[in-house]
């Protein structure tokens, strides 16, 4: 009875862990190339002044509270003008047709691991709005032909550029709604900046009772080369503080307004592009229409200041633009243990210079500091291993399940045994392991970071090219180390039983292997794997080197073999 309560406690936690991880934190979708009719952000060759071509504006149709049927083709985009932002963090190209933001490419991340190329957060697609839309009295400005009628900086070779100004760069920009209502939308830029702020203001004293609405977009068929490109959910943090994510699979309605909000998001593990109204929680709305999803932030009748931030989930660089924006990195229900690990592994970064290492280093101390538990565990299983002759003697002898549960009380209480002195170090040592978890995957100090041989993104599956075909072999070596875990570790279970659990290896590896995860949370589980059967065989074995010892010996060559690794 007691084998199959503690069989079933260790087939329940690793459920636990695993639909827990499938649920909470989904695998990276695989990686898509560059959808053929998107468009990057190009700024101006040297010279160039911005385009000041003249576009007829277009009655815009089948307009409602939330899109229009109608949006301007690739080719109306192209040929209306454009101004160029350097902010120096960012380069932002603004359409003057709807005043809309054509793109923002992020200078300090790169497309694809190996390349040069500037990421594309914001692309212009056909048949797509471009974010940063106006709608008011039942209108949008889609089609809307903005002038500029007003910069704080001189554009030198085609671009506003923030980093050579000592002031921000404002941009004023006026047009007339389909309505007739004449609108300014003030854009303000700043130095090193991913954050903007936009000022809406309407040519009338007085309004209607309907808020504007000032929308941001992105369309569902914007994959970039690299897949966390690909947004994925729709968060915002209420007024009370509490921070809602829905995946985009979720959303079935084509708008649903949520509660006030300090700001809406639409993110992914690694960037964000959010509406925030800075000066009180505002009324938000998240949808989808055609292929395009939208959040929605509003203002009032007479119009709105908001502030965007598109970039890199960050932490400081989230922090700094406040409103607890830096709770969009969600680290789940343990990040209370997630952010000082996140802490730890950039410390170890500074002075190691490469985030391999410090998966490495920060898994065997966490090892370290679990030894007391690992040692109690252990002894405890094999001190219910021993036992099982006794516990089989009285299960044939006593046949009444509430007499064999006393006399099994009564064995344990004689013997100093606690049954499930096995799993409590286990459970104690799962929120550590979520916690850790949490903080690789949605890191994105791992993005595009090398650790060594063919590992070159810690952020992404790995995967050694042999003769054309991609063999995770990282992941098998992480599967061989469990099943050695699994033998050298005390069972009191049955041969049938031993059977069963010998399958978990093979599911975990399987599981691993079809739906791959970051190579840098494969790295964590080896190693983690690696110095627990360590752990195990100097305790079980109780020769004259200490756990300890053999923990901190076998520490030094795990870790300067990974170092190792990293110089070939």
């Not at 069989?7 to 909470?24: A, R």
Request: charged letters at 15%.
């Amino acid at each position: 009875m007691e084998d199959r309560k503690n069989l079933f406690v260790v087939v329940f936690i690793l459920f636990f862990v695993m639909i827990y991880v499938q649920v909470m934190f989904p695998t990276p979708a695989p990686v898509t190339p560059t959808t053929a009719n998107s468009t990057a952000v190009t700024a101006p060759q040297s010279g160039q002044q911005v385009a000041q071509t003249s576009v007829t504006p277009i009655a815009a149709q089948g307009v409602n509270t939330f899109h229009s049927g109608t949006v301007p083709s690739l080719a109306q985009l192209d040929e209306s003008p454009q101004s160029f932002v350097n902010t120096g963090a960012a380069l932002i190209a603004i359409n003057h047709l709807g005043g809309r933001i054509q793109g923002i490419s992020l200078k300090q991340y790169t497309e694809n691991v190996g390349t040069t190329d500037p990421l594309q957060l914001v692309a212009k697609l056909d048949g797509s709005p471009l974010p940063l839309g106006v709608i008011a009295d039942g209108a949008n400005d889609d089609f809307v032909l903005y002038q500029l009628d007003q910069t704080s900086v001189p554009p030198m070779e085609g671009q506003y550029y923030v980093t050579k100004h000592d002031a921000p760069a404002v941009l004023t920009f006026t047009g007339t709604l389909p309505s007739g209502l004449q609108v300014t939308k003030k854009l303000t830029f700043t130095d090193g900046s991913y954050s903007f702020k936009t000022d809406i203001s309407f040519d009338r004293a007085t309004g209607g009772n309907v808020p504007m609405v000032l929308q941001w977009t992105h369309p569902a068929n914007s994959d970039t080369v690299s897949n966390e490109g690909v947004a994925r959910t729709f968060s915002y943090l209420t007024a009370e503080n509490k921070l809602t994510s829905t995946p985009f699979s979720s959303q079935k309605d084509p708008r649903t307004t949520t509660p006030l909000a300090r700001w809406i998001a639409i993110c992914n593990y690694y960037f964000i592009e959010a509406l925030i109204n800075p000066n009180n929680p505002t009324a938000v709305a998240q949808g989808k229409t055609g292929d395009t999803f939208f959040v929605q932030a509003t203002g009032d009748a007479l119009g709105g200041s908001f502030l965007s931030y598109v970039g890199p989930k960050d932490m400081e660089s989230l922090k700094a633009v406040g409103f607890s924006l830096e709770r969009s990195v969600n680290l789940g229900m343990f990040s209370f243990l997630a952010h000082p690990i996140l802490a730890l592994m950039k410390f170890f970064y500074s002075f190691i210079g490469n985030y391999g290492l410090s998966i490495i280093l920060l898994t065997l101390l966490i090892k370290l500091g679990f030894l007391p538990l690992t040692q109690s565990s252990f002894k405890s299983m094999q001190a219910m291993q021993e036992l099982q002759p006794e516990i089989a003697a009285l299960r044939e002898r006593v046949t009444d399940p509430n007499i064999l549960n006393q006399e099994l009380m009564t064995l344990y209480k004689k013997r100093g045994v606690n049954p499930l002195g096995g799993c409590f170090p286990m459970l104690i040592q799962i929120p550590v392991f979520l916690g850790l978890y949490n903080a690789l995957l949605n890191s994105i100090d791992l993005r595009h970071e090398k650790f060594a041989l063919w590992i070159n993104d810690l952020s992404a599956p790995e995967s050694l090219k042999l003769f054309g075909i991609g063999i995770p072999l990282m992941i098998l070596l992480m599967g061989a180390s469990m099943l050695i875990q699994q033998l050298t570790q005390p069972s009191t279970m049955d041969p049938q039983q031993k059977k069963i659990m010998m399958f978990m290896p093979v599911i975990f590896t399987g599981m691993f292997i079809l739906h791959p995860m970051p190579s840098g949370l494969v790295l964590y589980w080896l190693t983690n794997n690696l110095i627990s059967i360590v752990q195990q065989y100097s305790i079980r074995e109780n020769r004259r080197i200490s756990p300890l010892q053999a923990t901190a010996y076998a520490s030094l060559v795990i870790f300067s073999f990974g170092f190792i690794l990293t110089k070939l």
